[in-house]
T-cell receptor, first 114, second 115 residues
């Protein structure tokens, strides 16, 4: 069964600090891995998309890494801001016969305090 | 360029009724995907449409159906509503690659409450 596990479930950090969120998956065959940011009451916003051959992708202060061998990904947030307070969701899509089925993690809730 | 719009934003129905939700993608986008988000299950993929054809489908019962029109607008229908169908229904559009490697842009969602 395809699964995506995220840790920690929640995280509280001070403004200006860095943090790293983890995502482990068992989706097979692997197509791509995405990280989303979802503010309360809003739809998710895409941060990064990585395929099998990519091991690092950056988007401003957000840097995602992918280790396809260990089936692990991380999202590193640098110099956190109050606006980074949100849920961060890891999504892994499996591909089979031209079809893509995304499996979502439960998300990490990040709170940035001033 | 206008973002993804979903109507209505809020909806209250009773068990056994049916409901239709609408999604208008970003202009020029041809792929529309639908998702269900609940506190218990998180986000789950329902289906994806591209050029009026269902291209990918998640693991939901047949009560959940959708369609896409020639202008790429999409509708999702849920028949015989159950209490467990209460959720935020999100749609996302992308240029064409959809769930492959295209960036997906999400709408604000429709909050459905089933009483």
């Amino acid at each position: 069964k395809n699964q995506v596990e995220q840790s920690p479930q929640s995280l509280i950090i001070l403004e200006g600090k860095n943090c790293t969120l983890q995502c482990n998956y068992t989706v097979s065959p692997f197509s791509n891995l995405r990280w989303y940011k979802q503010d309360t009451g809003r739809g998710p916003v895409s941060l990064t998309i990585m395929t099998f051959s990519e091991n690092t992708k950056s988007n401003g202060r957000y840097t995602a890494t992918l280790d396809a061998d260990t089936k692990q990904s991380s999202l590193h947030i640098t110099a956190s801001q109050l606006s980074d307070s949100a849920s961060y969701i890891c999504v892994v899509s499996g591909a089979s016969g031209g079809s893509y089925i995304p499996t979502f993690g439960r998300g990490t809730s990040l709170i940035v305090h001033p | 360029k206008a973002g993804v719009t979903q109507t209505p934003r809020y909806l209250i129905k009773t068990r056994g009724q049916q409901v239709t939700l609408s999604c208008s993608p970003i202009s020029g986008h041809r792929s529309v995907s639908w998702y269900q988000q609940t506190p218990g299950q998180g986000l789950q993929f329902l289906f994806e449409y591209f050029s009026e054809t269902q291209r990918n489908k998640g693991n939901f019962p047949g009560r959940f159906s959708g369609r896409q029109f020639s202008n790429s607008r999409s509708e999702m229908n849920v028949s015989t509503l159950e209490l467990g169908d209460s959720a935020l229904y999100l749609c996302a559009s992308s240029a064409g690659g959809g769930l492959g490697t295209d960036t997906q842009y999400f709408g604000p969602g429709t909050r459905l409450t089933v009483l």
